[in-house]
């Protein structure tokens, strides 16, 4: 391992980048509004990613080349703004941007570039390129701002039919009406639009802000299953950066992250403590939500997209290949010695289950930072630094990572 790493390490960098990413969870949306649920910035981004894969695919069926590595960056580069800029109001900001764009967009580069250039220098000048970018949208940028509005639509009816008395509420309705007829060309908008079969999807993909994580043990900030799921999504993408990953091994991590926990909106949470404590049952729990997965989800989206699905959204924590449509488990070693190509179809499950762990963790040490300290929390903690104490998948030291966030024990 190079010295420089570890001097990097010990400066915190990744740190920074990863609270940027979880203080999503605490920015609430539409807060002057009557809202019957939390609505978090986090969420919208997680439902927005799930929506673009979406879109992106439509336009793949109709033989448009999408460039899945523009795209799944520009989503997280999109991601950054909201959390320094924080819940503007849309309309205000929309006008903000027409009259300080570029002001505005290097002071979010200011804000982020520093420590994203210390931990992923290639990835931050990406990220700084996406910003100051004046051209005319790509086909991936389009898809993201189709995404936004869409999952912001999502939102909207929730919040107009708990407020529909509200001054102002129909001209907030009509204004994303209109913003959405700029992509009415893409043709997932359309069927989305349309409440086609597939909204079904999104709608269901939407209902994961409802389950809440850790749901028996008090916390704060309270997360979601779909928040959760994007901050796995971004930490697996960040890991494949590390580890040097073909484009497509990134595209898999980052979307099987996505969806790892796809199957809960038809089972709900079962925690990992009583899967493992009860023999067989994770087996199970495993075949039950295959069941369901076929019966329930993949006959809302189109036929040919079945087996990326099901290998996305199943056995997420597996290594593996995929030749010929024929899936093989593979080690971590084998993927980055031999299948680090396109071709191969590889997805890091051991790099999943360790960002999905580590986010959990970063979920309780969080609140435990915050003084909200359930044993539930703080047996959870020394479980995570235990099973993670010096384990190495491939670069990735994860210790290095879980020691970041670790508090010290209470006197």
């Known amino acids: 391992m190079p010295e420089h790493r570890c001097d990097r390490f010990s400066a915190m960098v990744p740190k920074t980048i990863i609270e940027r990413v979880f203080s999503a969870a605490m920015i609430q949306r539409w807060n002057d509004h009557v809202r019957p649920v939390e609505l978090t910035e986090i969420d919208k981004q997680a439902h927005k990613a799930m929506i673009a894969f979406l879109l992106a695919r439509f336009e793949e069926d109709r ?34 941007m027409l009259r300080r764009g570029k002001a505005i967009n290097e002071h979010v580069i200011a804000e ?5 250039s210390a931990w992923q220098p290639d990835f931050a000048v990406r990220f700084q390129d996406f910003l100051r970018c004046s051209g005319p949208p790509q086909p991936e940028r389009r898809i993201i701002q189709a ?41 997932g908008v359309q069927k989305i639009s349309l409440k086609q079969k597939s909204y079904g999807f999104v709608d269901l993909c939407g209902q994961l802000r409802f389950q809440q994580r850790w749901a028996q ?13 994007l901050f796995v999504a971004m ?14 091994r990134r595209k898999n991590n980052f979307l ?40 329930r989800l993949l006959p809302l989206l189109p036929e040919a997209w079945h087996p990326d699905i099901e290998y996305y959204a199943e056995h997420p924590f597996d290594n593996r290949i995929r030749v010929d449509g024929v899936i093989q488990r593979v080690s971590h070693d084998e993927i980055n010695s031999k299948y ?13 289950r360790g960002c999905d762990e580590l986010t959990a963790y970063i979920e309780a040490s969080k609140s435990l930072e915050h003084g909200v300290t359930p044993p539930q929390l703080v047996d959870a903690t020394r ?29």
């Open 340 to 352: 680090n190509q396109d071709s191969f179809d590889a997805s890091d499950g051991e790099i999943i």
């Open 112 to 116: 982020i570039a520093p420590a994203l």
């Open 217 to 229: 043990t008090p916390r704060v900030p309270r997360t979601s299953v779909l928040g959760h799921s």
């Open 147 to 187: 995404a936004h509005y869409l999952a912001t639509q999502w939102e909207f009816k929730i919040v107009y039919h708990a407020g529909p008395f509200m001054y102002g509420i129909e001209e907030t309705r009509r204004e994303i009406e209109h913003q959405l007829e700029d992509f009415i060309d893409l043709i």
């Open 235 to 248: 930490l697996a993408y960040f890991m494949s950066l590390e580890l040097n990953a073909c484009p497509q």
């Open 63 to 96: 033989g448009h080349i999408i460039n899945w590595t523009d795209l799944i960056e520009g989503i997280i580069f999109d991601f950054f703004p909201r959390v320094v800029l924080t819940d503007i109001k849309a309309p205000f900001f929309h006008r903000l």
């Open 256 to 295: 099987s992250a996505l969806f790892h926990d796809l199957p809960e909106v038809l089972t709900r949470d079962i925690s990992s403590p009583v899967k493992r404590c009860i023999q067989g049952l994770e087996d199970c729990i495993a075949e039950e939500e295959h069941f369901l997965v076929r019966e």
């Open 383 to 411: 479980y995570f630094r235990e099973l993670y104490h010096e384990k190495v998948t491939g670069k990735i030291r994860w210790d290095e990572y879980f020691s970041a966030f670790e508090l010290p024990e209470p006197v």
